[in-house]
């Protein structure tokens, strides 16, 4: 086991292992730590903890110092210089005529480079925005394309549960999402009802699919004719989470509806195949 510090970096959910300092640190605190990038500031989420060896990225990153006084004055006046930076950047875009969308922007710890995100639906040839900028700003600017799922990262909303979007607030990093995973769990296939802001397939589809995916194996296929205690019956629908069929009986020239749970349904598995069909696939 080996002892990290616990950080999140300003922008993104995502936890990432450093190498203690020797100062004391809190939960919450402030800290200089040396990335790929260079020194960047941070957030502490948990000062002390004990991992196993093979989760550890080598080498391990240090984290240099606590953040100072005049760390966290560097750091908010690069924030309050933001709202300026994305202005003239869009106007200078505007100025050009790109078709280019501006997302955010961020100044690096050390004030030596501003770093611009946008996004666009063909490659964009943004050199001579660069020099403009570089011009306005008297430092070195980088200019980086991201994808319409990071975009809803960057600018965060509230999704159609209500609550602000997965990506923004609480998912490390993204998911693979597919449309088996909504067919798995019962969903509507409305690209409109299943779409997140992004317009992909919401990250929550996969948060509970591994119960959905076993859970669909044990149950029949809407449509299909089971043995039910009351006679057989088409199936009407099904519910994965208590586990319970509704089918449809006729019974004396009328349509009943009943909920059977699983265990009072008889049914050929899907995977299940009768001799003819086994023998017929093998010739």
Do not use: H, W
Not at 60 to 73: C, M, N, S, W
Not at 164 to 190: D, H, T, W, Y
């Amino acid at each position: 086991m080996a002892k990290v510090v616990v950080i999140k970096f300003k922008k993104g959910n995502r936890p990432y292992y450093f190498r203690p300092c020797k100062e004391t640190l809190k939960k919450g605190q402030g800290v200089v730590v040396e990335t790929s990038r260079g020194i960047e500031y941070a957030i502490v989420v948990d000062p002390e903890r004990e991992v196993p060896e093979e989760e550890l990225v080598s080498p391990l990153k240090p984290v240099i110092r606590a953040a100072t006084e005049k760390d966290e004055a560097a750091v908010k006046r690069y924030e309050e210089r933001r709202p300026e930076a994305i202005s003239i950047c869009k106007e200078k875009i505007r100025a050009r005529g790109l078709e280019m969308k501006l997302i955010d922007c961020e100044f690096t710890f050390d004030g030596s480079k501003v770093i611009f995100y946008f996004t666009s639906e063909n490659r964009v040839d943004f050199r001579d925005l660069v020099k403009d900028l570089a011009s306005v700003f008297r430092i070195r600017i980088e200019l980086r394309q991201v994808g319409i799922r990071d975009e809803t990262k960057m600018l965060g909303g509230i999704a159609p549960c209500g609550r602000e979007c997965c990506c923004a607030g609480c998912l490390p990093e993204f998911q693979k999402v597919s449309i088996k995973m909504a067919k798995n769990q019962g969903l509507s296939l409305n690209p409109g009802k299943i779409s997140g802001l992004c317009g992909r397939l919401m990250c929550c589809l996969a948060y509970e699919n591994e119960y959905y995916a076993e859970a669909f194996k044990k149950m029949p296929k809407v449509g299909s004719t089971v043995q039910t205690p009351e006679g057989n019956g088409a199936v009407v629908s099904v519910n994965m989470l208590k586990m319970e069929v509704k089918v449809k009986i006729e019974k004396d020239g009328a349509l009943l509806y009943r909920d059977f749970s699983l265990d009072q349904v008889g049914f050929k598995k899907s995977g299940a195949k009768d001799d003819g069909e086994k023998n017929s696939q093998e010739s």
